[in-house]
């Protein structure tokens, strides 16, 4: 997607609005985006479904009127190409941020626990369940590893294959709605007072475990804040971090790699 693009899109979508400059500022695995004026965001489908596309303009609705931390609200999208513009949210990417500050872990479990809370009945035309087994989860990662092994530090590689062995946790859970990938990179902060300003990406909401996005925390942020679902989250931790190593090897994205390498000693402690 070039920045010309870009700005047709927004002439269409508003006619009234002057474009004085655009900036790529991320692309993942799903999207790409594009900061406009320093006031939008705009962001593109790899693999446009307007379907999808409508379900999470009218979830993010939904989720604003209900989350304790702001969410994109959407100006416009457009479903043949997968795109959506949103009011820019301020802070910078937690991934960014050299030094987390400690209140973060437990400002996004109080998050994730107004989230869990929502009925999931309310929820179910708006996202999938997600429920694959732990196992399915495990056999990826063993199947990434042999890409990443020469990158892992000797001293980790013992735990992480027999991790890799290993049957997975007991996986009775009761589902609940969630973000389903919440990590730094999708958590906006104020780099001076440390307050989160936003959570961004909710292109993987579903119905899902509830340990997930916790392991996630856990992964990026060494700690884990809710009591009860431990052996799971430590399990999407492991493999996740597994995941992340690997795309940014895949991506030469050094802040995928280097916070990937770090959170190996938390993850894979004994």
């Given at each position: 997607?070039?920045i010309a693009?870009?700005?047709?899109?927004?002439?269409?979508?508003?006619?009234?609005y002057?474009?004085?400059f655009?900036?790529p500022?991320?692309?993942?695995?799903d999207?790409?985006a594009?900061d406009v004026?320093g006031?939008?965001?705009?962001?593109?489908s790899?693999?446009?479904?307007p379907?999808r596309l409508?379900?999470e303009?009218r979830?993010?609705n939904?989720i604003?009127?209900i989350?304790p931390l702001?969410?994109?609200?959407?100006?416009f999208t457009?479903?043949e190409?997968?795109?959506?513009?949103?009011a820019?949210?301020p802070?910078?990417?937690?991934?960014?941020?050299?030094a987390?500050h400690?209140g973060?872990?437990?400002?996004l479990?109080d998050f994730?626990?107004t989230?869990?809370?929502?009925p999931v009945?309310?929820?179910?035309d708006?996202?999938?369940?997600?429920?694959r087994?732990?196992?399915?989860?495990r056999?990826?990662?063993?199947?990434?590893y042999?890409?990443?092994?020469?990158?892992?530090?000797p001293?980790?590689?013992?735990k992480?294959?027999?991790?890799l062995?290993?049957?997975?946790?007991?996986?009775a859970?009761e589902?609940?709605?969630?973000h389903n990938?919440l990590?730094i990179?999708h958590v906006l902060?104020?780099p001076?007072?440390g307050?989160v300003t936003?959570?961004i990406?909710?292109?993987?909401a579903?119905?899902?475990d509830?340990?997930?996005?916790?392991?996630?925390?856990?992964?990026?942020?060494?700690?884990?804040?809710?009591?009860?679902l431990?052996?799971?989250a430590?399990f999407?931790a492991?493999?996740?971090?597994?995941?992340?190593l690997a795309y940014g090897?895949e991506?030469g994205s050094h802040?995928?790699?280097?916070?990937?390498?770090?959170a190996?000693e938390w993850?894979?402690?004994a």
């Amino acid at each position: 997607m070039d920045i010309a693009k870009v700005r047709t899109t927004v002439a269409a979508q508003l006619p009234h609005y002057r474009v004085d400059f655009v900036v790529p500022i991320g692309e993942g695995l799903d999207n790409t985006a594009f900061d406009v004026n320093g006031e939008l965001i705009v962001r593109f489908s790899k693999d446009p479904d307007p379907q999808r596309l409508d379900r999470e303009a009218r979830l993010l609705n939904a989720i604003a009127e209900i989350a304790p931390l702001p969410v994109p609200k959407p100006i416009f999208t457009v479903a043949e190409l997968g795109c959506m513009a949103y009011a820019k949210l301020p802070g910078r990417p937690l991934l960014e941020l050299s030094a987390p500050h400690h209140g973060i872990a437990a400002t996004l479990g109080d998050f994730l626990t107004t989230l869990h809370a929502i009925p999931v009945e309310s929820m179910t035309d708006l996202v999938d369940t997600d429920d694959r087994p732990l196992a399915e989860w495990r056999n990826e990662a063993a199947a990434t590893y042999p890409t990443i092994a020469r990158h892992v530090p000797p001293e980790h590689r013992p735990k992480i294959e027999a991790f890799l062995i290993a049957p997975p946790p007991d996986s009775a859970y009761e589902p609940v709605f969630s973000h389903n990938d919440l990590g730094i990179e999708h958590v906006l902060v104020d780099p001076v007072t440390g307050d989160v300003t936003g959570i961004i990406d909710w292109s993987d909401a579903a119905i899902v475990d509830p340990a997930h996005d916790f392991g996630l925390l856990y992964r990026d942020l060494g700690v884990l804040p809710r009591a009860g679902l431990e052996d799971r989250a430590v399990f999407y931790a492991r493999c996740k971090v597994l995941e992340d190593l690997a795309y940014g090897i895949e991506t030469g994205s050094h802040r995928y790699v280097d916070k990937s390498l770090a959170a190996l000693e938390w993850t894979f402690k004994a």
